[in-house]
């Protein structure tokens, strides 16, 4: 007897997106948030999923694994879909799997309903289950995916992923499921049988002996939950990510994730010190803060010689207002941090400090160089700063106004005033390690055990405004030689931030630049170009 699937016309149909696992095949990428949080384009793969879908679709999704965040993430970002969250007490160990979390969302699918996991990306339109349907890609060629036959346009085997067949083609993790009470039927009855740890897989499995499941094929499509494969995808901005910070753009608003509980609360009450300078906070979490997207350019992107003369203008005669009394624990600032942050750097790296020959030169120890610097030059007068200023971190909004966005949550001991050179070294490594140039990877790096060569593009825009900056510094009475002092310093610090090879970039770029300044004329400092 042959097997007719039923179809139908609909929009009345629901999507699941199971995000309680680990995402153990990510590794340490895992290891502070859940994986459907992980960034492609500056957002989150699971908007990019429930963006795929109209807005009066009801998306469900499972939540466990750092489940708060993605709550909190889901309320601001997608605050005007309907998205019901189903808590997952068992996610990982014994008893747990993805049949188990499905099961769990079963009282909230009683309707056809799309199955999309947390870490299939797919370009084009993904069909609504008028019908039974799977996704699949191309010709299986390893054992990371479960397997499909399809014959006639209809599914007729899936295999699962120790099991290849000829011809067999990739699932991908997306189906469609029209007669949804005989794939829960199926899901129950198999509890004991292979259905908690196959998971949609089990009931699609036993649908199609029933009903006809159609074969859906999806030419371009993207496993996120594999590193190799998120990487690749990521390779743009990946210099750029931190292990325990992310910033997320979607949905006309700006998204702020940091692991350390203190710092969004320290952000929060800075935003209100700031206030005028900085987009007004819109919601805050443990972890989250959001604001407003601003509709303009960062400087960055519309870097003119016209428009960094402007912002400057700004920031002197606006921004940059001196405050009652000086502050020695300037020096500690940033004695202690770029100390710190070499430690963490040599840890993390499995370096050993000592003689370097850095692009033909042979350099000594950065603890010798450190030793060396003139730290009772640090002390300065108190200013209101930014603290983090770099040319990406200043917006131009279409109607003139600047705002200053990624604001430094505190300035040592202080919430309120900082040291206004650490702003124009900020200023000044933005002239020199653009963003975009990094991100494009128009930087080299080789180390040859104690060998090491570097280069970076600057392009004649940024040479010409760090030349504008040096000279309105100068001209306002500050010391020149004193922002290319914190500028090396600031490279230091940032190097154990990143990941390799932007990371070891940055060191030696940082060693490199303290040695000149401390071993020749601090007006000879380095200016990278090609």
Not at 20 to 35: C, E, F, H, I, V
Not at 516 to 527: D, F
Request: charged residues 25%; aromatic residues 12%; hydrophobic residues 35%.
């Amino acid at each position: 007897m042959m097997l007719l699937g039923t179809k139908m016309t609909t929009t009345e149909y629901k999507v699941v997106i199971p995000s309680a696992g680990l995402g153990s095949r990510l590794g340490s990428l895992t290891q502070n948030l859940n994986k459907s949080l992980l960034s492609i384009d500056s957002k989150p793969i699971i908007s990019h999923i429930v963006e795929k879908f109209p807005k009066n679709i009801e998306i469900v999704v499972a939540v466990g694994y750092k489940k708060e965040v993605l709550k909190d993430y889901l309320k601001v970002a997608h605050g005007d879909r309907k998205i019901t969250i189903v808590e997952i007490d068992k996610f990982m160990g014994e008893g747990s799997g993805l049949g188990y979390t499905l099961l769990k969302c079963e009282p909230y699918l009683k309707c056809p309903f799309i199955f999309c996991t947390n870490d299939t990306l797919i370009e084009g339109t993904i069909p609504s289950p008028d019908t039974n349907w799977l996704g699949y890609g191309g010709l299986l060629k390893d054992e990371l995916y479960r397997s499909v036959n399809v014959s006639g346009g209809i599914a007729t085997e899936i295999y699962d992923k120790n099991q290849k067949h000829i011809d067999a083609m990739i699932y991908i993790g997306v189906c469609g499921i029209y007669d949804f009470n005989i794939f829960w039927e199926e899901m129950n009855d198999g509890i004991n049988h292979g259905a908690i740890s196959m998971g949609e897989s089990y009931g699609l499995d036993k649908l199609l002996t029933k009903k006809i499941v159609y074969g859906k094929c999806f030419e371009n499509w993207a496993d996120t939950g594999d590193i190799k494969s998120l990487e690749t995808i990521q390779n743009k901005n990946a210099n750029l990510q931190k292990e325990d910070e992310a910033l997320w753009i979607v949905n006309r608003k700006v998204i702020k994730y940091a692991t350390d509980k203190q710092f969004i609360a320290d952000r929060v009450e800075r935003a209100d010190y700031l206030a005028g300078f900085v987009p007004k906070v819109t919601y805050s979490s443990n972890n989250i803060y959001a604001y407003d997207k601003i509709v303009g350019n960062t400087l960055e992107q519309c870097c003119t010689e016209r428009n960094f003369k402007h912002v400057l203008e700004f920031l002197f005669s606006k921004f940059w207002m001196p405050e009652e009394g000086s502050s020695s624990f300037y020096r500690d600032f940033y004695h202690s941090k770029v100390s710190k942050r070499i430690n963490q750097f040599f840890v993390k790296h499995k370096i050993e400090d000592g003689h370097t020959s850095i692009n033909g030169e042979t350099i000594p120890s950065i603890k010798s160089l450190i030793d060396k610097i003139p730290w009772d030059t640090i002390e300065n007068r108190k200013h209101r700063i930014h603290g983090d200023l770099h040319p990406s971190n200043i917006i131009m909004a279409e109607n003139g106004d600047i705002y200053l966005i990624d604001w430094r949550q505190s300035f040592g001991l202080s919430k309120t005033s900082g040291d206004i050179y650490y702003d124009f070294a900020k200023l000044a490594h933005g002239c020199v390690v653009s963003h975009e140039i990094v991100g494009q990877n128009l930087f080299t790096f080789t180390r040859d055990n104690s060998i090491i060569n570097f280069n970076i593009y600057q392009t004649y825009h940024m040479s010409q405004c760090e030349k504008i900056l040096r000279q309105r510094v100068e001209n306002y009475g500050y010391c020149w030689a004193k922002v290319e002092l914190i500028r090396s310093l600031i490279w230091l610090s940032s190097c154990s931030l990143h990941h390799y090879p932007y990371s070891e970039f940055l060191f030696y770029l940082g060693k490199y630049a303290l040695y000149k300044y401390i071993h020749e004329s601090p007006t000879n400092m380095l200016y990278l170009s090609v």
